[in-house]
């Protein structure tokens, strides 16, 4: 089968599927292997950038996913409903990064950095859908582990944890003082 056609199918499956779609679970459609898989998508997203398309296909940690091109969100708030929006405060942002970078994290473990509960933050972060449940630890009380989502690499613009910017030695030491601190309070 020419390049061509296997473009025609990529295209077909992510535009069907509407979420992410893994490139394992691609190429096994397709019967080719990851390398060639991804080289077509590469392809594929670089002619919808090159013609300036309205669609664009965006990688989502070793996933895949069509989506609108962002010049072309002024006119389909037009036509469909605006979509809501949701305000990320101080406490938000401050209780999404530490998921962020510790995840998979408990409650308790964000409250002990916090120091103030955290409920409220993490329920909004659940119902924007920036944080999901991830289980439970094995541990007395069984608490909930959280974790980041895809529509959070969505929202943030990354593709994967690990373009998350890093902490410079700086931050690092002051937050390892803070820690020791209160652990001899």
């Known amino acids: 089968m020419e390049d061509k056609k296997y473009k025609t199918i990529i295209e077909s499956i992510l535009f069907t599927m509407g979420n992410s779609v893994e490139l394992d679970k691609i190429a096994a459609a397709i019967e080719l292997d990851r390398a060639e898989t991804k080289r077509l998508i590469l392809e594929l997203s670089k002619e919808y950038e090159e013609n ?71 329920s909004k972060l659940v119902e924007y859908n920036l944080v999901s449940e991830l289980g439970r630890l094995d541990a007395p009380g069984r608490p909930m582990l959280f974790g980041t989502t895809e529509e959070f690499l969505r929202s943030f613009g990354i593709h994967s944890l690990e373009e998350l910017p890093e902490m410079s030695s700086v931050q690092l030491e002051e937050f390892k003082q803070e820690a020791e601190a209160e652990v001899q309070i």
């Open 52 to 122: 300036d398309r309205g669609m664009r296909i965006i990688e989502l940690d070793e996933s895949y996913q069509m989506c609108t091109s962002q010049n072309t969100y002024e006119y389909l708030i037009r036509i469909a409903k605006q979509p809501k929006k949701y305000v990320l405060t101080d406490v938000l942002l401050e209780t999404l990064s530490i998921i962020a970078y510790k995840q998979p994290v408990t409650k308790a473990e964000i409250e002990k950095i916090r120091g103030v509960s955290c409920d409220h933050a993490v």
